[in-house]
């Protein structure tokens, strides 16, 4: 059964993933949406703030549950009356922390992807979704949607797919998204960012990466582009500014897009400063 985990803390971040999740689902013939509460909580968070910083008694703790189970039960209605028939919509609840809550699941219910909502100014503690974005996309055994709390769902015409030659092969996991015929119709585009403008002058070795690359994306309608920045971030996401796409691809291994977010400033390069939907690939 094809399923969307999509992880729930009542934020404004989380209500809007929810809401894309739905649209998106719908889109991608999604059979089955899975809405995840964690209700781990770690010693401090369970202490009130008061002079002798006294436990939170457990009398307030199984309240405090059974409100927002109830609050789960009703955001599963209303999830299922947008999405329809032939969509089934659920709830799943865990007291583990929330990584490894959703590494269960997945284990479990063996889903196609996970939506997350992204805040990039508010992921703090109420935020206990989008300050474990990193930590879920890392570990996560099937793709992860990141989706900004700003953005409203759109289909998807254009996908940037930034990548590094060193890496070419990774793109062969695009073909994956085929297995929906929804996707036929994406055009992506692909963009390799490089300070030395190598594409210029190109040596064979460049030449046969270049050819590898449109065998990778010969199922879709594709363009190669080059953008010449010392910073690899920045060139991906003025590029974006200048081409109307609603999704970003990342792909996985060391010299990818991926990896420098998670070895440079993943709040700001992430979070802050990309204004798109995020799918990485595993």
């Not at 401090?44 to 039960?73: G, H, P, Q, T």
């Not at 585009?189 to 594409?199: T, Y």
């Not at 046969?208 to 309608?221: R, S, V």
Request: glycine share 2%.
């Amino acid at each position: 059964m094809k399923t969307l985990i999509v992880p729930v803390d009542f934020t404004s971040a989380s209500e809007n993933a929810i809401g894309f999740a739905s649209e998106w689902a719908k889109k991608y013939l999604y059979e089955r949406i899975i809405l995840l509460r964690s209700f781990y909580s770690s010693m401090y968070e369970n202490m009130i703030m008061s002079a002798d910083f006294s436990n939170v008694n457990e009398e307030y703790l199984n309240k405090k549950r059974e409100d927002e189970k109830l609050m789960l039960n009703q955001l599963c209605k209303d999830v299922d009356t947008k999405t329809g028939q032939g969509i089934q919509v659920q709830t799943a609840v865990s007291e583990l922390p929330l990584v490894r809550s959703i590494i269960e699941l997945v284990k479990d219910e063996k889903p196609e992807m996970i939506l997350l909502g992204s805040d990039a100014l508010h992921a703090g503690d109420e935020a206990f979704v989008a300050g474990n974005v990193i930590s879920i996309a890392r570990l996560s055994p099937v793709r992860v949607l990141i989706v900004p709390e700003n953005y409203r769902y759109k289909p998807v015409e254009k996908a940037l797919v930034p990548f590094d030659f060193k890496t070419v092969n990774s793109l062969n996991k695009i073909n994956r998204l085929r297995s929906s015929p929804r996707w036929h119709d994406v055009e992506i585009l692909a963009l390799n960012v490089d300070a030395a403008q190598r594409n210029l002058n190109p040596n064979e070795t460049f030449k046969e990466a270049e050819n590898n690359l449109h065998d990778y994306l010969k199922n879709f309608k594709h363009e190669i582009y080059y953008e010449a920045d010392k910073n690899v971030i920045n060139g991906i996401l003025q590029f974006r500014k200048l081409h109307e796409v609603q999704l970003m691809i990342a792909l996985p291994g060391v010299h990818s897009f991926l990896y420098s977010l998670t070895h440079k400033s993943v709040s700001e390069a992430l979070y802050k400063k990309c204004p798109l939907p995020v799918m990485i690939l595993k």
